[in-house]
């Protein structure tokens, strides 16, 4: 079994700041849409003022975004992936089974620290390779990856999935006070059981990691070890708490 920390929405580079954390609760703002295949605005999903805060008035209501992934009301969720991200997944053997945790930066509500926190999960059940045609049901939800080819391995992984309703601690990743790539990393995680992270000098003293600044997906095989499955049980009990 894999877990992939999964890095999505709004930085300083992607939007032009964090995501904000709204009456307690994440609100992941997706990137602005740069080939054109977008059919979603920002105010078509409610994030016009939310996108115009957060962007400082760059973006706003009527631009086009890339909403994904696409968390659906039927608990499942919709994920396009392409290119040289998609790539590292398939040589990681991603499949079937494995679990996509989703983080990525936000603002504090009451400091406006930036952080990197999880909000949200998908398990895996099905890979859609997009060469073989696109499903009408992500036409029907305009999914920004059903409408031109985004790369010759284009995808869409589904199966349930959920996003967090309260922005806890225990979703957050960066340490109190340090910068946003500084983590706390859980106990069962080590040198040489992250994809992108095998430089010695990433691992620190105190049970932190020195996280990569760019870079999409972070593939831990767990194999059969209980302990990540305890860890990511407990992550996903949060993200589904009320």
Known sequence: MRIIFSRKGFDSSAGGGPSPIVNGAPLSLPIPDTKGFSRTTYGAIGLGEHVARASRGKLGAHDLCH????FLADGTCAF????AAQTHLERQSVGPGDV??????FADEE???????????L???TLVALRDGVPKAMVALQHPHAFGTHGSNDVIWRGEGRVAARASDALR?????GPPTLWWRPDWLRRGGLSYHD???RWLRGGTLKSVARGQEFVADIGRRQAPRDWLDGVIAEIKAS
């Open 199 to 201: 430089r010695a000098d």
């Open 173 to 177: 990743l960066t340490v109190p006070g």
């Open 111 to 121: 400091t406006g620290e930036p952080h990197h926190r999880i909000f949200g999960y």
């Open 67 to 70: 909403h994904d992934p696409m």
């Open 80 to 83: 396009g992936q392409a290119g």
């Open 100 to 105: 996509f945790v989703f983080f990525g930066l």
């Open 123 to 125: 398990r895996v059940e």
